[in-house]
């Protein structure tokens, strides 16, 4: 778990102690501060005054709890919107100044092609990609990516820049939970580098321990081929239109030498979302890349890759179908690309959230 989170955390906490100094106060005079200040710290009085300042405390503790829950501590610390009290104005949880701070983090010229906007892509990618369809664990609901050992997963190599890169977010904004903070960056990511828009909706909640993190392995290998991405994809319920449709993220971004161990970007303009991953796979001249590296392609100037993953889909027939598809026609993937990523963002998410939609 980041420190920020543990700071904010701790900045709840002297939160409610404050309420337990008021909530315990009751009557004004020395046997109430004794017993908040027994509440605080746990320290001992005279023996004399235990039982009854033990009482106070208690009841301050009680009525302390019950005051957060009120003001909505408990709900921030959960990332979920905190309810108002009858009568008071129902609170409104602001998604487009969250949406407007995300896009003004995006641009950076000292980071790699001067866009978070892809490892941001691959964030939310990355934590709702676990989903298992057979049992519901996994996926979105939860950003159980705060916890190791999912933190440390191979696959997730070097998304701590992404979620520190949130951090400040989180804190402005702390009715958020970090996994719709996470799949809404995902989103803003891809509508301000050029592409769709994506049909997103709050209602994910996290969880507050690393019990719920799933085994390592459910992310694509790129090293494989054809059936592997089928079991990691279908594991999920997606199908063979959808597989295609998600993998021309690979427009966006590169490899790092230092997190996955592969090296270059995909296209020459990684820093753009459009059809290009796909007109570089089926127009350029791809060849096994002689180095100390994994397996990996590379073009004839050295510059662009492709990985094992990436060359299945024209390897196979019904994988290559709708890559030829996708390189003539951007709408068409911009459609596709939409529907799978929304589709992506609400795996593991409760399908009775108001307004979540089941996936299809």
Same mark, same amino acid.
């Given at each position: ?19 337990a100094?008021?909530?315990?106060a ?9 017993? !908040? ?20 405390? !208690?009841?301050?503790? @009680? ?107 989180k ?16 989103c ?19 969880? @507050? ?19 592997? @991405?089928?079991?990691?994809f ?8 959808? @597989? ?24 020459n ?52 179908k709708? !890559? ?26 409760? !399908? ?9």
């Amino acid at each position: 778990m980041s420190s920020a989170m543990f700071r904010n955390g701790r900045s709840h906490w002297r939160q409610i102690a404050k309420l337990a100094a008021v909530a315990g106060a009751g009557p004004s005079g020395p046997s109430a501060n004794f017993a !908040v200040r027994q509440f605080a710290s746990e320290s001992g009085g005279s023996k004399g005054g235990k039982g009854f300042g033990t009482l106070l405390a !208690v009841g301050g503790g @009680i009525g302390a709890l019950y005051a957060a829950g009120r003001m909505g501590y408990f709900d921030s610390m959960l990332g979920a919107p905190p309810q108002s009290s009858k009568g008071d104005t129902p609170f409104k949880p602001d998604y487009a100044a969250v949406r407007e701070d995300i896009a003004k983090l995006l641009d950076d010229d000292d980071y790699d092609d001067g866009s978070y906007g892809p490892i941001l892509v691959r964030l939310a990618w990355h934590s709702s990609g676990t989903y298992s369809k057979k049992d519901g664990t996994g996926g979105s609901n939860g950003a159980t990516m705060r916890f190791r050992p999912e933190a440390e997963h191979s696959a997730n190599a070097g998304l701590h820049v992404a979620r520190e890169l949130l951090e400040p977010i989180k804190k402005k904004y702390p009715w958020i939970s970090y996994s719709d903070l996470w799949t809404l960056a995902g989103c803003v990511a891809v509508e301000e580098l050029g592409g769709p828009t994506i049909d997103w909706t709050p209602g994910r909640s996290d969880k @507050i321990d690393h019990s719920a993190c799933p085994e390592d392995g459910r992310l694509p290998d790129a090293v494989k081929g054809p059936p592997h @991405i089928r079991d990691i994809f279908y594991r999920m319920g997606f199908n063979d239109q959808e @597989i295609v449709a998600l993998s021309g993220a690979h427009s966006l971004g590169r490899c790092h030498t230092d997190r996955s161990g592969f090296e270059n970007p995909w296209t020459n303009a990684p820093t753009t979302f459009s059809n290009l991953y796909f007109q570089e796979l089926l127009e350029n001249k791809w060849r096994r890349r002689k180095w100390n590296g994994p397996p990996q392609f590379e073009d004839k100037t050295g510059q662009l890759m492709m990985l094992n993953t990436d060359m299945a889909l024209i390897q196979d027939k019904s994988f290559r179908k709708w !890559v030829e598809l996708y390189a003539k026609d951007q709408d068409k993937f911009f459609d596709d690309f939409a529907a799978a990523y929304q589709k992506l963002l609400h795996l593991g998410v409760p !399908v009775n959230n108001p307004g979540q939609p089941a996936p299809a």
